[in-house]
């Protein structure tokens, strides 16, 4: 059974955590047939965090967690942070498949978002 | 004749910066048919800035610029700060029509485009 946490950075703007929250039931609507639960995680400010998302994966059952980073560039959460984090839970469950998935700014699909974003 | 200008956040880490403008180029070549000109502005930290940035289009010769931010989150950034330095340009070239075109976040897009992130 398997898992996706959506990994964003955490806001001290309650609305904008609120938002990853919304974005998380969305995506967890259109996943529903790749993963059994859906749910998300902060770096820091919000809750849960990411060793506490991945664990609520793992109570629902999961063997097996991606994680998908929320972020626009490859700067230090991405390279350095999240996978410390990860790190955390792996060790806690060795048997238990973690894998970071590429962050959402390094997909050229981004590129159609914006052309789209930019249309009236 | 009608610009597109990639607005992000801009960071102390260059390699970031360079990401955003590596973009610019990716979408001035998808955007060509749309847009005569695409450039990137930043809000802080990094160069050239959203005003600056507006002038590269009307130097460019245009007389329609979309703002498009490349941000995931609709707080103070999208909500005052961008509307802000766009209006000093606004008022400086009242013939130009500038308009701000909706966040990345916002549109329905990044869903797949996380999906497509999650799959191996």
């Known amino acids: 059974m398997k898992s996706l946490l959506l990994v964003a950075h955490g806001s001290r703007r309650q609305a904008s955590n609120?938002?990853?929250?919304?974005?998380?039931?969305?995506?967890?609507?259109?996943?529903?047939?790749?993963?059994?639960?859906?749910?998300?995680?902060?770096?820091?400010?919000?809750?849960?965090?990411?060793?506490e998302g991945i664990q609520r994966c793992i109570d629902a059952g999961s063997r097996e967690v991606v994680v998908l980073p929320y972020f626009l560039s490859a700067g230090r959460?991405?390279?350095?942070?999240?996978?410390?984090?990860?790190?955390?839970?792996?060790?806690?469950?060795?048997?238990?498949?973690?894998?970071?998935?590429?962050?959402?700014?390094?997909?050229?699909g981004v590129l159609d978002t914006l052309l789209h974003c930019a249309t009236p």
Chains 1, 2 share one sequence.
């Not at 993963?35 to 849960?48: I, N, Q, R, S, T």
């Not at 959460?77 to 959402?104: F, M, T």
């Open 18 to 51: 609120d938002e990853v929250r919304e974005l998380t039931r969305r995506l967890a609507a259109r996943a529903q047939q790749d993963y059994a639960f859906v749910d998300c995680g902060f770096l820091e400010l919000a809750e849960p965090s990411i060793p």
């Open 77 to 108: 959460h991405v390279a350095e942070d999240i996978p410390a984090e990860v790190e955390i839970k792996q060790q806690e469950y060795p048997g238990v498949s973690i894998r970071i998935a590429p962050y959402l700014g390094s997909d050229e």
